[in-house]
């Protein structure tokens, strides 16, 4: 973790689970990291070939077609595992993920912290 400048950062994202809404949910929660929307020479080699807009697109999409989305332990295991992808390198430390309920129907706020 030599990379780390040990600032911490948080974020916060609503995310609907009407299906939809809930990719660009899901999407707006990971699309903060460039190498998975702008930095190209990070994406795999056929995301833009396949027709994603970009890598993150193609993440969501891909967990999205592998795992039901229903209530808010799905989401949880959802945001975890895409925020996984990207926290886990050596550019962010510890992180920490917390989903609660929103005042509206089928609807979460995902807050997230990372240490980079």
Request: glycine share 4%; charged share 30%; net charge negative.
């Amino acid at each position: 973790m030599g990379n780390l400048a040990q600032q911490l950062t948080a974020g916060k994202v609503r995310i609907s689970l009407d299906p939809d809404k809930i990719e660009k949910g899901l999407y707006d929660l990971i699309n903060f990291d460039l190498d998975f929307t702008e930095n190209e020479e990070y994406f795999r080699h056929d995301t833009l070939s396949l027709g994603y807009m970009d890598e993150a697109d193609r993440l969501v999409k891909e967990h999205l077609a592998e795992n039901k989305v229903t209530n808010k332990k799905e989401l949880f295991y959802c945001c975890s595992d895409l925020l996984s992808m990207v926290f886990d390198s050596s550019f962010y430390g510890d992180w920490t993920l917390e989903v609660v309920e929103s005042h509206k129907e089928n609807e979460f706020v995902v807050f997230y912290s990372y240490i980079s």
